[in-house]
Protein backbone atom coordinates (compact mmCIF):
# COMPACT_ATOMS: atom_id res chain seq x y z
CA UNK A 1 0.00 0.00 0.00
CA UNK A 2 3.12 2.26 0.59
CA UNK A 3 3.29 1.95 -3.28
CA UNK A 4 -0.38 2.58 -3.98
CA UNK A 5 -0.10 6.01 -2.18
CA UNK A 6 2.28 7.46 -4.35
CA UNK A 7 -0.40 7.07 -6.76
CA UNK A 8 -3.66 7.32 -5.16
CA UNK A 9 -3.42 8.05 -1.27
CA UNK A 10 -6.85 7.33 -0.69
CA UNK A 11 -6.60 4.19 -2.21
CA UNK A 12 -3.87 3.19 -0.54
CA UNK A 13 -4.84 4.76 3.17
CA UNK A 14 -8.21 2.79 2.57
CA UNK A 15 -5.87 -0.47 1.58
CA UNK A 16 -3.77 -0.21 4.36
CA UNK A 17 -6.88 0.56 6.96
CA UNK A 18 -8.24 -2.94 5.73
CA UNK A 19 -4.83 -4.72 5.97
CA UNK A 20 -4.73 -3.34 9.61
CA UNK A 21 -8.16 -4.67 10.43
CA UNK A 22 -7.75 -8.03 8.86
CA UNK A 23 -4.27 -8.15 10.55
CA UNK A 24 -5.47 -7.32 14.14
CA UNK A 25 -9.18 -8.88 14.30
CA UNK A 26 -9.95 -12.56 14.97
CA UNK A 27 -11.55 -13.31 11.42
CA UNK A 28 -14.37 -15.91 11.78
CA UNK A 29 -16.08 -15.91 8.37
CA UNK A 30 -16.38 -19.24 6.99
CA UNK A 31 -16.40 -18.13 3.45
CA UNK A 32 -12.82 -16.09 3.92
CA UNK A 33 -9.34 -16.59 3.86
CA UNK A 34 -6.19 -16.02 3.73
CA UNK A 35 -3.97 -16.89 0.10
CA UNK A 36 -0.79 -16.93 0.07
CA UNK A 37 2.10 -14.29 -1.42
CA UNK A 38 2.46 -16.16 -3.95
CA UNK A 39 -1.07 -16.72 -5.24
CA UNK A 40 -1.19 -12.73 -4.67
CA UNK A 41 1.95 -12.00 -6.84
CA UNK A 42 0.32 -14.06 -9.45
CA UNK A 43 -2.88 -12.37 -8.89
CA UNK A 44 -1.29 -8.93 -9.45
CA UNK A 45 1.48 -9.73 -12.15
CA UNK A 46 1.48 -8.56 -15.95
CA UNK A 47 -1.25 -11.25 -16.97
CA UNK A 48 -3.58 -8.45 -15.99
CA UNK A 49 -3.39 -6.85 -19.16
CA UNK A 50 -3.64 -9.91 -21.60
CA UNK A 51 -6.87 -10.58 -23.53
CA UNK A 52 -7.68 -13.90 -24.46
CA UNK A 53 -11.16 -14.81 -25.33
CA UNK A 54 -11.94 -18.17 -26.05
CA UNK A 55 -10.31 -21.37 -24.94
CA UNK A 56 -6.15 -23.28 -25.32
CA UNK A 57 -7.91 -26.64 -25.22
CA UNK A 58 -9.03 -27.46 -29.01
CA UNK A 59 -8.43 -31.30 -28.37
CA UNK A 60 -10.31 -32.07 -25.59
CA UNK A 61 -13.69 -30.06 -25.83
CA UNK A 62 -13.69 -29.20 -29.68
CA UNK A 63 -13.57 -25.34 -29.20
CA UNK A 64 -12.14 -23.29 -31.39
CA UNK A 65 -9.01 -21.95 -29.74
CA UNK A 66 -8.37 -18.15 -28.85
CA UNK A 67 -9.82 -14.89 -30.63
CA UNK A 68 -6.44 -12.79 -30.00
CA UNK A 69 -2.76 -13.39 -30.21
CA UNK A 70 0.02 -13.39 -28.56
CA UNK A 71 -1.43 -16.12 -26.26
CA UNK A 72 1.46 -18.75 -26.17
CA UNK A 73 2.04 -18.36 -22.99
CA UNK A 74 -1.14 -17.86 -20.82
CA UNK A 75 -2.66 -21.03 -22.95
CA UNK A 76 0.25 -23.23 -21.67
CA UNK A 77 -0.63 -21.66 -18.42
CA UNK A 78 -4.95 -22.31 -18.78
CA UNK A 79 -3.94 -25.81 -19.35
CA UNK A 80 -1.61 -26.28 -16.79
CA UNK A 81 -4.07 -24.96 -14.29
CA UNK A 82 -6.77 -27.09 -15.52
CA UNK A 83 -4.73 -30.40 -15.20
CA UNK A 84 -3.42 -29.20 -11.67
CA UNK A 85 -6.85 -29.03 -10.72
CA UNK A 86 -7.56 -32.16 -12.18
CA UNK A 87 -4.66 -33.41 -9.83
CA UNK A 88 -5.88 -32.25 -7.04
CA UNK A 89 -9.39 -33.77 -7.27
CA UNK A 90 -8.32 -36.93 -8.70
CA UNK A 91 -10.38 -36.52 -11.38
CA UNK A 92 -10.80 -37.19 -15.36
CA UNK A 93 -13.54 -34.69 -15.30
CA UNK A 94 -13.66 -31.53 -17.84
CA UNK A 95 -13.15 -28.22 -15.77
CA UNK A 96 -13.17 -24.54 -17.58
CA UNK A 97 -11.21 -22.57 -14.67
CA UNK A 98 -12.31 -19.25 -16.10
CA UNK A 99 -15.45 -17.94 -14.21
CA UNK A 100 -14.87 -15.22 -12.42
CA UNK A 101 -16.95 -16.48 -9.32
CA UNK A 102 -18.40 -19.17 -7.80
CA UNK A 103 -21.85 -17.40 -8.77
CA UNK A 104 -20.99 -17.24 -12.34
CA UNK A 105 -19.64 -20.78 -12.23
CA UNK A 106 -23.44 -22.04 -10.78
CA UNK A 107 -24.46 -20.02 -13.57
CA UNK A 108 -22.67 -21.77 -16.19
CA UNK A 109 -23.26 -25.27 -14.72
CA UNK A 110 -27.01 -24.41 -14.70
CA UNK A 111 -26.81 -23.33 -18.22
CA UNK A 112 -24.97 -26.26 -19.37
CA UNK A 113 -27.54 -28.62 -17.90
CA UNK A 114 -31.16 -26.66 -18.28
CA UNK A 115 -33.10 -24.36 -20.19
CA UNK A 116 -35.18 -21.78 -18.78
CA UNK A 117 -38.12 -22.60 -17.14
CA UNK A 118 -36.82 -26.52 -16.09
CA UNK A 119 -37.11 -27.94 -12.78
CA UNK A 120 -34.33 -28.17 -10.04
CA UNK A 121 -34.87 -29.22 -6.39
CA UNK A 122 -32.34 -27.76 -4.34
CA UNK A 123 -31.54 -26.59 -0.61
CA UNK A 124 -32.52 -23.15 0.57
CA UNK A 125 -30.84 -20.08 1.58
CA UNK A 126 -32.98 -20.41 4.73
CA UNK A 127 -31.50 -23.85 5.72
CA UNK A 128 -27.80 -23.23 4.25
CA UNK A 129 -28.15 -23.51 0.67
CA UNK A 130 -26.78 -19.91 -1.70
CA UNK A 131 -27.81 -17.58 -3.34
CA UNK A 132 -27.51 -19.19 -6.18
CA UNK A 133 -29.30 -22.33 -5.49
CA UNK A 134 -32.46 -20.63 -6.39
CA UNK A 135 -32.89 -17.95 -4.25
CA UNK A 136 -35.96 -15.64 -5.68
CA UNK A 137 -33.85 -12.46 -5.64
CA UNK A 138 -31.35 -14.62 -7.85
CA UNK A 139 -31.05 -15.00 -11.62
CA UNK A 140 -31.73 -19.26 -10.37
CA UNK A 141 -34.86 -18.10 -8.98
CA UNK A 142 -36.30 -15.91 -11.57
CA UNK A 143 -34.98 -18.27 -14.46
CA UNK A 144 -35.72 -21.72 -13.08
CA UNK A 145 -38.86 -23.46 -11.06
CA UNK A 146 -37.21 -24.07 -8.05
CA UNK A 147 -38.22 -26.23 -5.49
CA UNK A 148 -36.88 -27.23 -2.03
CA UNK A 149 -35.91 -30.04 0.08
CA UNK A 150 -36.10 -29.28 3.88
CA UNK A 151 -33.51 -30.18 7.01
CA UNK A 152 -34.96 -32.39 9.88
CA UNK A 153 -35.77 -31.15 12.90
CA UNK A 154 -31.99 -31.48 14.00
CA UNK A 155 -30.80 -29.28 10.98
CA UNK A 156 -29.23 -32.07 9.14
CA UNK A 157 -30.46 -32.64 5.34
CA UNK A 158 -33.30 -34.38 4.98
CA UNK A 159 -32.76 -37.45 2.31
CA UNK A 160 -36.07 -38.96 2.66
CA UNK A 161 -37.42 -35.55 1.88
CA UNK A 162 -35.27 -35.02 -0.93
CA UNK A 163 -36.39 -38.55 -2.33
CA UNK A 164 -39.95 -37.87 -1.29
CA UNK A 165 -39.86 -34.66 -3.22
CA UNK A 166 -37.41 -36.05 -6.29
CA UNK A 167 -40.23 -38.74 -7.19
CA UNK A 168 -43.35 -36.12 -6.52
CA UNK A 169 -41.58 -33.40 -8.81
CA UNK A 170 -39.36 -35.35 -11.13
CA UNK A 171 -37.00 -32.38 -11.11
CA UNK A 172 -34.59 -31.76 -14.31
CA UNK A 173 -31.53 -31.42 -11.72
CA UNK A 174 -30.87 -31.90 -8.37
CA UNK A 175 -28.31 -29.24 -6.57
CA UNK A 176 -26.58 -29.87 -3.19
CA UNK A 177 -24.30 -27.55 -1.72
CA UNK A 178 -24.25 -25.46 0.95
CA UNK A 179 -23.01 -21.60 2.41
CA UNK A 180 -24.18 -22.87 5.73
CA UNK A 181 -24.16 -26.55 6.21
CA UNK A 182 -21.95 -28.09 9.13
CA UNK A 183 -22.60 -31.81 8.24
CA UNK A 184 -21.51 -34.44 5.56
CA UNK A 185 -22.68 -34.19 2.19
CA UNK A 186 -24.21 -37.39 1.53
CA UNK A 187 -23.27 -37.09 -2.27
CA UNK A 188 -23.99 -41.09 -3.17
CA UNK A 189 -27.27 -41.04 -2.12
CA UNK A 190 -28.01 -37.93 -4.09
CA UNK A 191 -26.67 -39.76 -7.07
CA UNK A 192 -28.78 -42.25 -6.43
CA UNK A 193 -31.89 -40.43 -5.88
CA UNK A 194 -31.10 -38.45 -8.94
CA UNK A 195 -31.19 -41.54 -11.08
CA UNK A 196 -34.06 -42.77 -9.67
CA UNK A 197 -35.94 -39.83 -11.21
CA UNK A 198 -33.72 -39.32 -14.42
CA UNK A 199 -32.34 -35.79 -12.93
CA UNK A 200 -28.97 -34.60 -13.87
CA UNK A 201 -26.92 -34.56 -10.25
CA UNK A 202 -24.84 -30.78 -9.41
CA UNK A 203 -23.07 -30.15 -6.45
CA UNK A 204 -21.55 -26.74 -5.57
CA UNK A 205 -19.15 -27.73 -3.06
CA UNK A 206 -17.64 -23.93 -2.70
CA UNK A 207 -17.26 -24.26 1.00
CA UNK A 208 -15.92 -27.42 1.54
CA UNK A 209 -13.74 -27.97 -1.24
CA UNK A 210 -10.85 -27.60 0.66
CA UNK A 211 -11.70 -30.65 2.77
CA UNK A 212 -12.71 -32.27 -0.16
CA UNK A 213 -9.44 -32.08 -1.85
CA UNK A 214 -7.51 -33.20 1.34
CA UNK A 215 -9.74 -35.88 2.00
CA UNK A 216 -11.36 -34.55 4.95
CA UNK A 217 -14.95 -34.60 3.32
CA UNK A 218 -16.08 -37.40 0.90
CA UNK A 219 -15.75 -36.20 -3.02
CA UNK A 220 -18.14 -35.68 -5.53
CA UNK A 221 -16.40 -36.73 -8.18
CA UNK A 222 -17.80 -39.50 -10.07
CA UNK A 223 -21.31 -38.91 -8.55
CA UNK A 224 -22.50 -35.71 -9.49
CA UNK A 225 -22.48 -34.71 -13.42
CA UNK A 226 -21.01 -31.08 -12.67
CA UNK A 227 -19.08 -30.07 -9.81
CA UNK A 228 -18.45 -26.26 -9.19
CA UNK A 229 -16.47 -23.95 -6.39
CA UNK A 230 -15.09 -21.35 -5.81
CA UNK A 231 -11.24 -20.83 -4.92
CA UNK A 232 -11.01 -18.36 -2.26
CA UNK A 233 -12.53 -20.18 0.81
CA UNK A 234 -11.00 -23.61 2.51
CA UNK A 235 -9.20 -23.87 -0.88
CA UNK A 236 -7.39 -20.68 0.42
CA UNK A 237 -6.69 -19.38 -3.30
CA UNK A 238 -7.49 -16.95 -5.07
CA UNK A 239 -11.31 -14.86 -5.56
CA UNK A 240 -12.96 -16.97 -8.23
CA UNK A 241 -14.41 -20.30 -9.39
CA UNK A 242 -14.16 -23.51 -11.35
CA UNK A 243 -16.93 -25.53 -12.98
CA UNK A 244 -15.99 -29.34 -13.61
CA UNK A 245 -18.52 -31.68 -15.35
CA UNK A 246 -18.69 -35.00 -16.70
CA UNK A 247 -16.95 -34.83 -20.56
CA UNK A 248 -20.60 -35.32 -21.75
CA UNK A 249 -20.55 -31.69 -20.75
CA UNK A 250 -16.97 -30.17 -21.74
CA UNK A 251 -18.80 -28.13 -24.81
CA UNK A 252 -21.85 -26.80 -23.10
CA UNK A 253 -20.04 -25.95 -19.78
CA UNK A 254 -17.33 -24.10 -22.22
CA UNK A 255 -19.87 -22.51 -24.18
CA UNK A 256 -21.98 -21.29 -20.64
CA UNK A 257 -18.74 -19.41 -19.73
CA UNK A 258 -17.32 -18.10 -23.07
CA UNK A 259 -18.89 -16.64 -25.04
CA UNK A 260 -22.64 -16.49 -23.27
CA UNK A 261 -21.87 -15.59 -19.78
CA UNK A 262 -18.19 -13.77 -19.57
CA UNK A 263 -15.83 -11.94 -22.05
CA UNK A 264 -12.08 -12.58 -21.71
CA UNK A 265 -10.79 -14.97 -18.81
CA UNK A 266 -8.89 -13.14 -15.84
CA UNK A 267 -5.63 -14.74 -16.37
CA UNK A 268 -3.78 -13.11 -13.69
CA UNK A 269 -6.48 -14.83 -11.46
CA UNK A 270 -5.88 -18.08 -13.68
CA UNK A 271 -2.43 -17.86 -12.69
CA UNK A 272 -3.41 -17.29 -8.95
CA UNK A 273 -5.87 -20.46 -9.45
CA UNK A 274 -2.82 -22.47 -10.52
CA UNK A 275 -0.06 -21.63 -8.09
CA UNK A 276 -3.44 -22.45 -5.49
CA UNK A 277 -3.76 -25.99 -7.26
CA UNK A 278 0.18 -26.22 -6.48
CA UNK A 279 -0.42 -25.49 -2.85
CA UNK A 280 -3.12 -27.78 -2.61
CA UNK A 281 -1.21 -31.03 -3.51
CA UNK A 282 1.52 -30.48 -1.11
CA UNK A 283 1.55 -32.34 2.16
CA UNK A 284 1.41 -29.29 4.23
CA UNK A 285 -2.27 -28.29 2.54
CA UNK A 286 -3.61 -32.11 4.16
CA UNK A 287 -2.33 -31.04 7.59
CA UNK A 288 -3.89 -27.75 7.47
CA UNK A 289 -7.51 -28.77 6.01
CA UNK A 290 -7.25 -31.19 9.30
CA UNK A 291 -6.67 -28.48 11.89
CA UNK A 292 -9.41 -26.46 10.02
CA UNK A 293 -11.63 -29.46 10.85
CA UNK A 294 -9.95 -30.19 14.00
CA UNK A 295 -10.30 -26.56 15.64
CA UNK A 296 -13.96 -26.11 14.13
CA UNK A 297 -14.77 -28.97 16.42
CA UNK A 298 -12.81 -27.87 19.57
CA UNK A 299 -14.50 -24.20 18.96
CA UNK A 300 -17.96 -25.90 18.54
CA UNK A 301 -17.40 -28.36 21.68
CA UNK A 302 -16.88 -25.01 23.76
CA UNK A 303 -19.89 -23.50 22.92
CA UNK A 304 -22.13 -26.61 23.59
CA UNK A 305 -20.14 -27.00 26.99
CA UNK A 306 -20.75 -23.34 28.53
CA UNK A 307 -24.80 -24.27 27.09
CA UNK A 308 -24.90 -22.96 23.61
CA UNK A 309 -26.84 -24.40 21.03
CA UNK A 310 -25.62 -25.64 17.77
CA UNK A 311 -27.52 -26.47 14.77
CA UNK A 312 -27.09 -29.77 14.26
CA UNK A 313 -25.44 -30.38 17.66
CA UNK A 314 -22.17 -30.01 16.49
CA UNK A 315 -20.20 -30.33 13.25
CA UNK A 316 -18.00 -32.25 10.70
CA UNK A 317 -16.11 -29.41 8.81
CA UNK A 318 -14.81 -25.75 8.95
CA UNK A 319 -18.30 -24.03 10.08
CA UNK A 320 -21.18 -24.22 12.42
CA UNK A 321 -23.96 -22.21 13.42
CA UNK A 322 -24.54 -20.80 16.96
CA UNK A 323 -28.39 -20.39 17.56
CA UNK A 324 -29.31 -17.66 19.56
CA UNK A 325 -33.29 -18.07 19.34
CA UNK A 326 -33.53 -18.15 23.20
CA UNK A 327 -31.94 -14.79 23.63
CA UNK A 328 -33.38 -10.99 23.80
CA UNK A 329 -30.79 -9.95 21.18
CA UNK A 330 -30.63 -11.38 17.34
CA UNK A 331 -27.81 -12.36 14.60
CA UNK A 332 -27.27 -8.16 13.77
CA UNK A 333 -26.73 -7.39 17.22
CA UNK A 334 -23.97 -10.27 17.94
CA UNK A 335 -22.25 -9.54 15.23
CA UNK A 336 -22.29 -5.74 15.63
CA UNK A 337 -20.94 -6.69 19.13
CA UNK A 338 -18.32 -8.98 18.23
CA UNK A 339 -17.07 -6.17 15.40
CA UNK A 340 -16.70 -3.84 18.49
CA UNK A 341 -14.48 -6.08 19.89
CA UNK A 342 -12.12 -7.05 17.25
CA UNK A 343 -14.09 -10.42 16.51
CA UNK A 344 -15.56 -11.14 12.95
CA UNK A 345 -18.20 -12.76 12.25
CA UNK A 346 -21.99 -12.93 10.32
CA UNK A 347 -25.05 -13.02 11.09
CA UNK A 348 -26.79 -15.88 9.55
CA UNK A 349 -30.56 -17.38 9.52
CA UNK A 350 -30.95 -20.54 11.16
CA UNK A 351 -33.53 -23.15 9.99
CA UNK A 352 -37.20 -22.17 10.69
CA UNK A 353 -35.97 -18.46 11.77
CA UNK A 354 -38.54 -16.32 13.02
CA UNK A 355 -36.03 -13.19 12.54
CA UNK A 356 -35.92 -11.96 9.36
CA UNK A 357 -33.11 -12.09 7.26
CA UNK A 358 -31.32 -8.54 8.02
CA UNK A 359 -31.71 -9.85 11.37
CA UNK A 360 -31.37 -13.26 11.92
CA UNK A 361 -31.36 -15.78 14.80
CA UNK A 362 -27.69 -17.24 14.94
CA UNK A 363 -24.55 -16.47 13.82
CA UNK A 364 -22.09 -18.38 11.40
CA UNK A 365 -18.54 -19.09 12.64
CA UNK A 366 -15.87 -20.34 10.69
CA UNK A 367 -12.37 -21.96 11.70
CA UNK A 368 -10.61 -21.75 7.88
CA UNK A 369 -8.74 -17.86 8.01
CA UNK A 370 -7.72 -18.49 11.67
CA UNK A 371 -6.28 -21.98 11.09
CA UNK A 372 -4.24 -20.47 8.26
CA UNK A 373 -2.82 -17.67 11.07
CA UNK A 374 -1.96 -20.77 13.16
CA UNK A 375 -4.45 -20.85 15.78
CA UNK A 376 -4.85 -24.22 17.36
CA UNK A 377 -7.86 -25.79 19.74
CA UNK A 378 -6.76 -23.89 22.73
CA UNK A 379 -7.09 -20.78 20.83
CA UNK A 380 -10.30 -21.28 19.72
CA UNK A 381 -11.63 -22.12 23.06
CA UNK A 382 -10.48 -18.90 23.84
CA UNK A 383 -12.15 -17.03 21.22
CA UNK A 384 -15.50 -19.26 21.99
CA UNK A 385 -15.23 -17.45 25.87
CA UNK A 386 -14.41 -13.94 24.61
CA UNK A 387 -17.56 -14.34 22.57
CA UNK A 388 -19.52 -15.88 25.93
CA UNK A 389 -18.75 -12.53 27.57
CA UNK A 390 -19.87 -10.57 24.79
CA UNK A 391 -22.84 -12.26 24.33
CA UNK A 392 -23.37 -12.51 28.61
CA UNK A 393 -22.98 -8.66 28.05
CA UNK A 394 -25.22 -8.15 25.48
CA UNK A 395 -27.70 -9.99 27.12
CA UNK A 396 -27.52 -8.03 30.20
CA UNK A 397 -27.78 -4.72 28.15
CA UNK A 398 -30.69 -5.91 26.00
CA UNK A 399 -33.05 -7.22 29.19
CA UNK A 400 -32.59 -3.34 30.74
CA UNK A 401 -33.18 -1.64 27.72
CA UNK A 402 -36.60 -3.69 28.14
N1 LIG B 1 -21.62 -21.15 -3.70
C1 LIG B 1 -21.55 -21.19 -2.35
C2 LIG B 1 -21.91 -22.45 -1.64
C3 LIG B 1 -21.15 -20.05 -1.65
O1 LIG B 1 -21.11 -20.08 -0.32
C4 LIG B 1 -20.82 -18.88 -2.38
C5 LIG B 1 -20.38 -17.64 -1.72
O2 LIG B 1 -20.33 -17.44 -0.57
C6 LIG B 1 -20.94 -18.91 -3.76
C7 LIG B 1 -21.35 -20.05 -4.40
C8 LIG B 1 -20.72 -17.67 -4.59
O3 LIG B 1 -19.44 -17.32 -4.72
P1 LIG B 1 -19.07 -15.83 -5.22
O4 LIG B 1 -19.26 -14.94 -4.05
O5 LIG B 1 -17.66 -16.00 -5.66
O6 LIG B 1 -20.00 -15.52 -6.35
Not at 349 to 377: C, L
Request: aromatic share 10%.
Amino acid sequence: YEFIKKTSPTVGALIEKEYNRQKNNVELIASENYCSEAVLAACGSCLSWKYAEGYPYVRTSGNKGRYYGGTEFVDQLEEYCCDKWREVFKTDYHVNVQPHSGSQANFAGYKALLEPGDTILSLSLDNGGHLTHGSSVNFSGKLYDVHFYDVDEKGYIDMDDVRKKAHDLKPKLIMTGASAYSRIIDFKTFSEIAKEVGAYFMVDMAHIAGLVAAGEHPTPFGYADIVTTTTHKTLRGPRGGLVFGKQEFAKKIDSAVFPYSQGGPLEHIIAGKAVCAEEALKPEFKTYEHQVVVNCAALCDEFLKMGYKVVTGGTDNHVFLLDLSQFSFSGRDLQEACDAVGITLNKNAVPNDKRSPMQTSGVRIGTAPMTTRGFKEEDFRAVARRIDEVVKKLDKEKKEEK
